[in-house]
């Protein structure tokens, strides 16, 4: 299932994205900050993907 804003669904990515570039889309679940790395759970109708970012500005309101 691809196209302009998704690779997968979220239950479609597993341990062999590890390092490839790939496009999620749903809404943010929750939003964790653990001291220079932020973990976001990406949720959409079925599934859960754990995204993380090394770069908070990435993350902040515009």
Same mark, same amino acid.
């Given at each position: ?32 900050? &653990? ?9 959409? &109708? ?7 970012? &090394? ?8």
């Amino acid at each position: 299932m691809e196209n302009e804003y998704r690779t997968a669904y979220c239950n479609g990515f597993g341990e062999n994205d590890i390092g490839k570039k790939v496009r999620a889309a749903g809404w943010v679940e929750n939003i964790r900050d &653990h001291g220079g790395i932020m973990f976001v759970d990406l949720r959409d &109708h079925y599934g859960v993907v754990q995204v993380v970012f &090394h770069n908070e500005g990435l993350l902040e309101a515009r």
